[in-house]
């Protein structure tokens, strides 16, 4: 069965040293050189404080929909009062003309 897997084996070699080669330096420990750099660590910290002014911007924003959606769900259950109350005045001066209408018949019959 190991036979079997042996070109395949044979074929793959040259590849894995060249993987193994570019991989094996992003798993080891960095030297110290490269953690003590200052240019390095400025970096970090001004992207930090980046990245807080970001996530309360976002925290502002976000109480600022939320407010912002309360105002047209508001907006809107006043508007439908208005709509509801609309609806009655129309019928009821629908009733009221048809009403006239029917005296100014039964006027102009007799």
Request: net charge neutral; proline share 5%; aromatic share 6%.
């Amino acid at each position: 069965m190991a036979v079997q897997f042996l070109p395949i084996i044979k074929a793959l070699a040259p590849y894995v040293a060249q993987i193994a080669t570019a991989a094996i330096p992003a798993f080891t420990s960095r030297p110290e050189a490269v953690r003590a750099d200052p240019v390095v660590a400025k970096q970090i910290e001004e992207l930090q404080t980046a990245v807080t002014q970001n996530a309360q911007s976002i925290h502002v924003l976000a109480e600022k929909i939320q407010q912002a959606m309360q105002g047209i769900e508001n907006a809107a259950q006043e508007a439908r009062q208005q709509v509801a109350a609309y609806k009655v005045l129309l019928f009821a001066s629908l009733g009221l003309s048809a009403v006239s209408l029917a005296a100014c018949i039964y006027l102009l019959v007799r």
